[in-house]
């Protein structure tokens, strides 16, 4: 027994004395190590050597309810916003539009949140040769491709602007036109977009815009000094795609669903090796996109016995993130697996696309980002040496 | 009930210390920090033992002396350490813990004995961090590096005549893995996928282990050779994309490495059957395998004293009473090119079970390797030793 409480008390000390410590890191550095845990190499500003534009599909998207209209031509897209506006008798100084001669005609076009992009060009007005309304969707939605709606070019007119006002004269017949076919309920129907050479984009308010003083007038002044004030009856917006993006540009917009792909010579590494970070940075260019923010979907492009296809690498929410660039240069990460794929050989590197996912909300509109001169940065760990 | 509570006492030790391993901050290198594969009384003894041949050495460090064997006998051996790290900028203080091996030896009429067991032949237990690289390349290295290379040990050992013993033992390394675990985490990046690299090493292969004791009234001599021997080992890289099977890019390698060849002298001398003092010698070419490495040596004393069962204290039993002291070099490559160098003190008790059915011995061993200057860091361990030997009745 007495040899028992000796060992009893041998062990306990045991515990006391030995026992004592940590598990923790020790505080060594790596020196003590005579195996190496693999270089991390970063390689920054690696250019594509392609880049593309890819237009998806047209959405019927925006229809009469929105509170605004784009007028405008930018980045191969012209905006067009349709207008009609009903005068009745009230609307005629007088109460009698026969007895009025007209002078001159205006829209007035009122600025949202001061939304000018680009330089104030000139303004194409046309007039619509077929009938619309403001839930026609200006796309054919079983092949999301622009549905032709005929228009005849009336004028470029340089339109003015004072504070948030533009102002946009029409001609003259529109009107009259319309008070000779109807005194008592004149309907006067035109077009507003973007001329031809012109790149700038209008935001105004449309006849359903929350903000008071913004709905679309026709101005009228008449040959005894009277003028004459009506808001738009009718209107909505749409756009059609008349040009692809210059070459180096990466657009990515929504409604003309336009994105971009782009191909980069990578270095290669072991298939062991991890790839850390793959960054992509480009320059934004403000002056040419409207946008508070976009959904974009980055997929791999596939190209099996000459069909081309893309897919989502991975469930990395690098591959689909919300944007929203407010300065530049604009960077963002983007899914390392789908690098680590090409970069070791095991796919063929046939590029990325990116391409705005375009999201059914309540203040549903066109936005799109323009950027240029894409550069990748890339981080990547080698495996550690299985040497000595 | 007395052996109940000493196997208790045992099993709550281990829990105590359970996780962890008994290990050295110079172990990540090469085959890992190689132990010394010593026996209850050799460990109480500062290493030393090889020629003493009294059928009580359980060592692995002379096959010849399980020609001593009358008995069968088996035991295991545990072990406690806590050590003081210490580097250029920090020091801290670990605890760990292994059981280093386990052995039976069975004896034949003819004067001869084998002996089967596991023995572990090098340890790696070290746990790294270190930021590395700047700018956009700076990273958090971590690596953690586990387990060792053990040894499935097969030996026989044969008293030839009435003065020599001989033995031959193999070890056959088919256990015991060497684990790394690497990170590497950018810094300056917030949404970087940080790198997670597994590399696992097992071994194939046998090393052999000659040996031969010759005795002279009350002195007796030991030769040991152990030829080099080259091992297979098999090297499994993983990265997180193969460990989650994201991608099948595991790569699996063999490659040889190499055990050193090995000589080893040994002398006791027994004044009495009470008192016993051995002094050891051991050299191993380790700079033959692999660059850099450091051919290695060992020199050890030790003395092991017993108390008459009629003790002035008592007590009442013979006690073995131990103590040795020893300087090793280290083979592993350092940045400075000078060997690491381990010396330790030790001491010892052998309080041996009633009917002489075996012994419980625990042994005290305080040590320093490395020298903060020349290696970047030094540590000073405090070890001990619990070991159970038991006769098979």
Same mark, same amino acid.
């Given at each position: 027994?007495?040899?028992?409480?000796?060992?009893?008390?041998?062990?306990?000390?045991?515990?006391?004395?030995?026992?004592?410590?940590?598990?923790?890191?020790? #505080?060594?550095?790596?020196?003590?190590?005579?195996?190496?845990?693999?270089?991390?190499?970063?390689?920054?500003?690696?250019?594509?050597?392609?880049?593309?534009?890819?237009?998806?599909?047209?959405?019927?998207?925006?229809?009469? $309810?929105?509170?605004?209209?784009?007028?405008?031509?930018?980045?191969?897209? $012209? @905006?067009?916003?349709?207008?009609?506006?009903?005068? =009745?008798?009230?609307?005629?100084?007088?109460?009698?539009?026969?007895?009025?001669?007209?002078?001159?005609?205006?829209?007035?076009?009122?600025?949202?949140?001061?939304?000018?992009?680009?330089?104030?060009?000139?303004?194409?007005?046309?007039?619509?040769? $077929?009938?619309?309304?403001?839930?026609?969707?200006?796309?054919?939605?079983? =092949? %999301?491709?622009?549905?032709?709606?005929?228009?005849?070019?009336?004028?470029?007119?340089?339109?003015?602007?004072?504070?948030?006002?533009?102002?946009?004269?029409?001609?003259?017949?529109?009107?009259?036109?319309?008070?000779? $076919?109807?005194?008592?309920?004149?309907?006067?129907?035109?077009?507003?977009?973007?001329?031809?050479?012109?790149?700038?984009?209008?935001?105004?308010?449309?006849?359903?815009?929350?903000?008071?003083?913004?709905?679309?007038?026709?101005?009228?002044? @008449?040959?005894?000094?009277?003028?004459?004030?009506?808001?738009?009856?009718?209107?909505?917006?749409?756009?059609?795609?008349?040009?692809?993006?210059?070459?180096?540009?990466?657009?990515?917009?929504?409604?003309?669903?336009?994105?971009?792909?782009?191909?980069?010579?990578?270095?290669?590494?072991?298939?062991?090796?991890?790839?850390?970070?793959?960054?992509?940075?480009?320059?934004?260019?403000?002056?040419?996109? %409207?946008?508070?923010?976009?959904?974009?979907?980055?997929?791999?492009?596939?190209?099996?016995?000459?069909?081309?296809?893309?897919?989502?690498?991975?469930?990395?929410?690098?591959?689909?993130?919300?944007?929203?660039?407010?300065?530049? #240069?604009?960077?963002?990460?983007?899914?390392?697996?789908? %690098?680590?794929?090409?970069?070791?050989?095991?796919?063929?590197?046939?590029?990325?696309?990116? =391409?705005?996912?375009?999201?059914?909300?309540?203040?549903?509109? @066109?936005?799109?980002?323009?950027? =240029?001169?894409?550069?990748?940065?890339?981080? @990547?760990?080698?495996?550690?040496?299985?040497?000595? | 009930?007395?052996?109940?509570?000493?196997?208790?006492? *045992?099993?709550?030790?281990?829990?105590?210390?359970?996780?962890?391993?008994?290990?050295?901050?110079?172990?990540?290198?090469?085959?890992? +920090?190689?132990?010394?594969? *010593?026996?209850?009384?050799?460990?109480?003894?500062?290493?030393?033992?090889?020629?003493?041949?009294?059928?009580?050495?359980?060592?692995?460090?002379?096959?010849?002396?399980?020609?001593?064997?009358?008995?069968?006998?088996?035991?295991?051996?545990?072990?406690?350490?806590?050590?003081?790290?210490?580097?250029?900028?920090?020091?801290?203080?670990?605890?760990?813990?292994?059981?280093?091996?386990?052995?039976?030896?069975?004896?034949?009429?003819?004067?001869?004995? *084998?002996?089967?067991?596991?023995?572990?032949?090098?340890?790696?237990?070290?746990?790294v961090v270190d930021t590395v690289g700047t700018g956009g390349e700076q990273h958090l290295l971590g690596l953690k590096g586990t387990g060792g290379i053990g040894a499935l040990v097969i030996g026989f050992g044969q008293k030839v005549g009435n003065r020599l013993f001989l033995g031959a033992q193999a070890d056959v390394m088919v256990v015991g893995t060497l684990t790394e675990s690497w990170s590497k985490d950018l810094l300056n990046e917030a949404q970087a996928f940080f790198s997670l690299d597994n590399v696992t090493r097992s071994q194939e292969g046998v090393q052999f282990?000659?040996? /031969?004791?010759?005795?002279?009234?009350?002195?007796? *001599? !030991?030769?040991?050779?152990?030829?080099?021997?080259? &091992?297979?080992?098999?090297?499994?890289?993983?990265?997180?994309?193969?460990?989650?099977?994201?991608?099948?890019?595991?790569?699996?390698?063999?490659?040889?490495?190499?055990?050193?060849?090995?000589?080893?002298?040994?002398?006791?001398?027994?004044?009495?059957?009470?008192?016993?003092?051995?002094?050891?010698?051991? +050299?191993?070419?380790?700079?033959?395998?692999?660059?850099?490495?450091?051919?290695?040596?060992?020199?050890?004393?030790?003395?092991?004293?017993?108390?008459?069962?009629?003790?002035?204290? /008592?007590?009442?039993?013979? +006690?073995?009473?131990?103590? /040795?002291?020893?300087?090793?070099?280290?083979?592993?490559?350092?940045?400075?090119?000078?060997?690491?160098?381990?010396?330790?003190?030790?001491?010892?008790?052998?309080?041996?079970?009633?009917?002489?059915?075996? !012994?419980?011995?625990?042994?005290?061993?305080?040590?320093?390797?490395?020298?903060?200057?020349?290696?970047?860091?030094?540590?000073?361990?405090?070890?001990?030793?619990?070991?159970?030997?038991?006769? &098979?009745?």
């Amino acid at each position: 027994m007495q040899n028992v409480r000796v060992i009893s008390i041998i062990l306990v000390l045991s515990w006391l004395t030995t026992a004592c410590g940590s598990t923790d890191p020790s #505080p060594v550095g790596i020196n003590l190590v005579d195996l190496a845990g693999g270089e991390v190499v970063e390689v920054s500003d690696i250019r594509p050597v392609e880049t593309g534009t890819r237009l998806r599909e047209l959405f019927p998207t925006v229809l009469g $309810e929105a509170d605004e209209l784009l007028v405008g031509r930018m980045n191969g897209v $012209e @905006y067009v916003s349709l207008l009609q506006v009903t005068l =009745t008798p009230t609307d005629f100084p007088g109460g009698d539009a026969t007895r009025l001669e007209v002078d001159s005609v205006f829209v007035e076009l009122k600025l949202l949140g001061n939304l000018v992009r680009g330089a104030l060009g000139d303004v194409k007005v046309s007039l619509p040769d $077929e009938s619309w309304s403001e839930s026609r969707a200006f796309v054919d939605t079983s =092949t %999301f491709s622009t549905a032709a709606f005929e228009r005849i070019d009336l004028v470029d007119a340089v339109p003015t602007r004072v504070d948030s006002t533009i102002r946009v004269r029409l001609p003259v017949e529109l009107l009259v036109d319309a008070i000779a $076919e109807d005194p008592n309920e004149a309907v006067v129907e035109f077009a507003l977009s973007g001329a031809e050479g012109a790149e700038f984009l209008v935001v105004a308010g449309s006849r359903d815009a929350a903000t008071a003083g913004k709905v679309p007038q026709l101005v009228a002044y @008449y040959a005894d000094g009277t003028v004459g004030r009506t808001g738009s009856s009718l209107d909505t917006y749409f756009a059609d795609r008349v040009a692809t993006p210059s070459s180096g540009e990466v657009l990515l917009q929504t409604g003309v669903l336009t994105g971009a792909t782009m191909r980069f010579d990578l270095p290669t590494i072991p298939p062991s090796a991890t790839v850390n970070l793959v960054q992509l940075t480009m320059d934004y260019d403000f002056s040419r996109s %409207f946008l508070t923010s976009l959904r974009l979907r980055i997929e791999r492009i596939n190209v099996v016995d000459g069909d081309t296809t893309s897919t989502i690498v991975s469930g990395n929410q690098l591959n689909e993130q919300v944007v929203a660039p407010t300065s530049s #240069p604009f960077r963002m990460n983007l899914d390392q697996l789908m %690098f680590h794929g090409w970069m070791s050989g095991d796919r063929d590197n046939r590029g990325l696309v990116i =391409t705005p996912v375009f999201e059914i909300t309540s203040d549903l509109r @066109y936005e799109w980002a323009l950027f =240029t001169n894409p550069r990748l940065r890339v981080v @990547y760990s080698l495996p550690p040496s299985i040497g000595s | 009930m007395k052996r109940t509570s000493i196997l208790l006492i *045992l099993v709550a030790t281990l829990f105590a210390a359970d996780g962890v391993q008994a290990g050295s901050v110079f172990s990540f290198n090469g085959q890992g +920090y190689p132990l010394r594969r *010593l026996g209850p009384r050799a460990s109480g003894m500062g290493g030393s033992g090889r020629a003493i041949v009294d059928g009580l050495g359980m060592s692995s460090f002379n096959p010849a002396l399980l020609g001593a064997y009358r008995r069968p006998a088996i035991y295991g051996l545990f072990s406690l350490q806590r050590r003081n790290v210490e580097d250029t900028r920090d020091s801290r203080a670990i605890a760990d813990g292994d059981i280093h091996g386990m052995k039976a030896v069975f004896p034949f009429r003819f004067r001869g004995a *084998l002996t089967v067991g596991l023995e572990s032949l090098t340890d790696v237990d070290v746990t790294v961090v270190d930021t590395v690289g700047t700018g956009g390349e700076q990273h958090l290295l971590g690596l953690k590096g586990t387990g060792g290379i053990g040894a499935l040990v097969i030996g026989f050992g044969q008293k030839v005549g009435n003065r020599l013993f001989l033995g031959a033992q193999a070890d056959v390394m088919v256990v015991g893995t060497l684990t790394e675990s690497w990170s590497k985490d950018l810094l300056n990046e917030a949404q970087a996928f940080f790198s997670l690299d597994n590399v696992t090493r097992s071994q194939e292969g046998v090393q052999f282990t000659l040996g /031969g004791v010759f005795t002279a009234g009350n002195l007796s *001599l !030991a030769l040991v050779g152990r030829p080099e021997a080259t &091992i297979t080992q098999n090297v499994l890289l993983e990265n997180r994309l193969t460990s989650n099977a994201i991608t099948a890019s595991a790569t699996e390698t063999k490659r040889d490495i190499k055990f050193p060849a090995t000589f080893a002298l040994g002398l006791a001398y027994a004044r009495s059957s009470r008192l016993v003092t051995a002094v050891d010698y051991e +050299y191993a070419a380790w700079g033959s395998t692999g660059p850099g490495r450091h051919d290695t040596s060992e020199i050890a004393v030790g003395l092991q004293y017993q108390t008459r069962p009629d003790n002035p204290r /008592g007590l009442g039993r013979r +006690y073995d009473l131990m103590a /040795g002291v020893y300087r090793r070099s280290l083979y592993f490559a350092t940045t400075s090119g000078s060997a690491i160098t381990e010396v330790g003190a030790t001491i010892g008790l052998g309080v041996p079970f009633r009917r002489q059915a075996g !012994a419980f011995r625990w042994t005290l061993e305080i040590g320093k390797r490395g020298d903060l200057q020349d290696h970047g860091a030094s540590e000073t361990f405090f070890r001990q030793t619990f070991s159970v030997s038991g006769w &098979i009745q």
